[in-house]
């Protein structure tokens, strides 16, 4: 059973637009929803994350919205750049737990 | 200085083989993963370990066995290594549970495994 549904799979955008990446969840006993980054060749590194006791936190050009009422979050960034090329993968926990629910991934790229 | 380094990067080998991947965090985190990551990406954990002690043993076959000989070390032995088992496999450590950095994962840069 997939806790966390990621799209799109893929994403493609010029530089400077804003793409965006949606997640939602089933399991209301997250607590904690992070989002991880990963580059070809590197192992994953979180880049931001938020408790849903927000509904918004900005990092930077990365901005998390959070919608509890719907169990759905996203992350947007703003002014993409080339080096934003990624995998992005977010995630749900609950409290207490060692090991997060994965999204499956979205491969962004962004062209020059 | 590498914060969760894995060794080998790239493991070459044939079916049938037996295999181990190290992997070191100088950390001080009190829990360590291995997670495989398929070729569509996809983040599977594969087991877990607190202090030395197994925590998280997900349906992997037993062929794939962890070992924990201190807290800042854990070791993947995969015996006869099969085609499916081509993949990429991360080791990640984190804090403790109840601790203020349980909920963040610090990965390795990955050990890119290809039975031939």
């Known amino acids: 059973q997939q806790q966390v549904k990621q799209s799109p799979q893929s994403l493609i955008v010029q530089k400077g637009g804003i793409p965006i990446i949606n997640c939602a969840y089933e399991?209301?006993?997250?607590?904690?929803f992070p989002w991880y980054q990963q580059f070809p060749g590197k192992g994953p590194a979180l880049l931001i994350a938020i408790r849903p006791d927000v509904s918004e936190k900005k990092e930077g050009r990365f901005t998390i919205s959070f919608n509890k009422s719907a169990k759905q979050f996203s992350l947007h960034i703003m002014d993409s750049q080339p080096g934003d090329s990624a995998t992005y993968f977010c995630a749900g926990y609950t409290g207490g737990s060692y090991i997060p629910t994965f999204g499956r991934g979205t491969s962004l790229i962004v062209h020059p | 200085d590498t914060a969760v380094s894995q060794t080998p990067k790239y493991l070459v080998t044939q079916m049938g083989n037996d295999k181990s991947i190290k992997c070191e965090q100088n950390l001080g985190h009190d829990t360590m993963y291995w997670y495989k990551q398929d070729s569509k990406k996809f983040l599977k954990i594969m087991f877990s370990?607190?202090?030395?002690?197994?925590?998280i043993n997900e349906t992997v076959p037993n062929r794939f066995s962890p070992k924990s000989p201190d807290k800042a070390h854990l070791n993947l032995h995969i015996n006869s290594l099969e085609l499916g088992d081509s993949a990429v496999y991360f080791c990640?450590?984190?804090?403790?549970?109840?601790?203020?950095?349980?909920?963040?994962?610090?990965f390795g840069a990955g050990s890119r495994l290809t039975v031939l």
């Open positions: 399991n209301t006993a997250f607590d904690y």
């Open positions: 990640a450590s984190s804090q403790g549970a109840g601790t203020k950095g349980a909920n963040v994962l610090t």
């Open positions: 370990y607190n202090n030395k002690e197994l925590i």
